[in-house]
């Protein structure tokens, strides 16, 4: 089974930190995103990627960054961090044409 | 309009009851159609991809109407286990870079 496997569960961090949320898939999949998703809001589409060094912001990139220097990895930066970036963090993994696997997620809470 | 839509419920039944989700899309050039399955608090799974010509997996049935944009899931004899938030997902084009578009969810309670 693919396994897409983000750093870590929960994090608390501090407003106006620089924060770095890994995710890295095991299946050779081309395509990578990050979602965010909140109460009432649904996922939403903050960057994704379709092959390495390549970035496309979603529909909401404002506050993030993103890298994706190995195929395996892709990492979400959030510059400085801000109270209403607490969320969950969905990073997922695609082969073109296929449905998406998530990673178990990241709730992050920035006080 | 939201390019996939779909009644957030929550849908309450009881147990082996039969439950029906709809879920409508906008774009009309849409490629791949998905249903996935989010337990609370939990990460969104594939439940089942839908094809033209319908498709079942044992006591879930999912279907596509092409030409009303809309696609349904059927869950026939409701287990305590089948309560979760259920996504209806839409892959708008074909060529695109693999990005999809999630529905907000149906939430299903099923009860003893």
């Known amino acids: 089974d693919v396994k897409v496997t983000q750093s870590s569960r929960y994090l608390v961090k501090r407003t106006g930190e620089k924060v770095f949320l890994e995710c890295v898939q095991d299946?050779?999949?081309?395509?990578m995103f990050w979602y965010r998703q909140d109460p009432g809001l649904g996922l939403r589409l903050i960057y994704f990627?379709?092959?390495?060094?390549?970035?496309e912001k979603g529909d909401i990139p404002e506050g993030y960054s993103v890298s994706r220097e190995k195929k395996e990895r892709f990492s979400l930066i959030l510059e400085s961090a801000s109270t209403n970036q607490t969320s969950m963090y969905l990073c997922?993994?695609?082969?073109?044409?296929?449905?998406?696997?998530f990673g178990s997620g990241t709730r992050l809470t920035v006080v | 309009r939201k390019e996939v839509e779909q009644d957030p419920g929550p849908f309450n039944v009881p147990e082996g009851a039969t439950v029906a989700f709809n879920c409508t899309y906008s774009?009309?050039?849409?490629?791949?159609f998905f249903w996935y399955r989010q337990d609370c608090r939990k990460e969104p799974k594939l439940l089942m991809s839908v094809y033209s010509s319908g498709n079942e997996d044992g006591r879930f049935t999912a279907q596509l109407n092409r030409a009303s944009q809309y696609i349904s899931l059927l869950i026939r004899d409701s287990k305590l286990s089948d309560s979760a938030t259920y996504l209806c997902?839409?892959?708008?084009?074909?060529?695109?870079?693999?990005?999809?578009?999630f529905g907000q969810g149906t939430t299903l309670q099923v009860k003893p």
């Open positions: 997922a993994s695609s082969k073109q044409g296929y449905g998406y696997t």
């Open positions: 299946m050779d999949h081309e395509n």
């Open positions: 990627s379709y092959d390495v060094k390549m970035k």
């Open positions: 774009n009309s050039a849409s490629q791949s």
């Open positions: 997902v839409v892959a708008p084009l074909r060529g695109n870079t693999g990005k999809l578009i």
